[in-house]
């Protein structure tokens, strides 16, 4: 009859106290900062007028695209680090094709590769110098004429830094 009680109680927990796995509001939310809210900044790549989203912070990293529906054609997300590494994305929560350009620590994409909406499976870097990410759209660096081999300005990098109060120089930039 104890064991029974027991079992009860346990069962009663879980159900009252451990969280679903469906997707809600509270589980969307991550921590916000003080520029996280679809701060968009404009942005260029080989002469191609973007507006990026910047992630540079571990938690901005980490959120990503998560949970949105639609990017328009010219926007995007770059992601900066302080280094130059290898890198692996993934598309956890993220409902949007995307294409996702590996850039060098000079500013030059080195790659670009298809992600499938909720892929968790990782795209990985060939290259192991990538410092900057762009993800768009899937198929916009085509639509758009941005080939492998275009460079990004590291002086523009540093601005979009700025422009979300960041300093460059903690960014090797």
Not at 6 to 12: M, S
Not at 55 to 80: C, H, Q, T, V, Y
Not at 89 to 111: A, H, V
Request: net charge positive; charged share 25%.
């Amino acid at each position: 009859m104890v064991k029974l009680s027991k079992a009860k109680a346990i069962f009663f927990c879980l159900i009252v106290f451990y969280p679903g796995c469906k997707e809600t509001e509270g589980n969307r939310e991550f921590e916000k900062t003080e520029r996280s809210e679809n701060r968009f900044f404009n942005f260029e790549i080989g002469g191609v007028p973007l507006r990026v989203e910047v992630a540079a912070l571990p938690e901005e990293r980490a959120k990503g695209l998560m949970f949105r529906d639609s990017m328009g054609l010219n926007e995007g997300m770059i992601f900066i680090f302080a280094e130059g590494t290898s890198q692996r994305f993934w598309m956890k929560n993220t409902r949007i094709p995307l294409d996702i350009g590996y850039i060098s620590t000079t500013g030059i994409l080195l790659e670009i590769h298809k992600a499938k909406p909720l892929d968790i499976s990782g795209v990985p870097s060939r290259s192991n110098d990538i410092k900057f990410v762009l993800e768009l759209n899937a198929g916009a660096y085509k639509k758009l004429g941005i080939p492998i081999g275009t460079r990004i300005s590291l002086e523009d990098v540093s601005k979009l830094l700025d422009g979300c109060g960041l300093n460059p120089k903690d960014y090797n930039l």
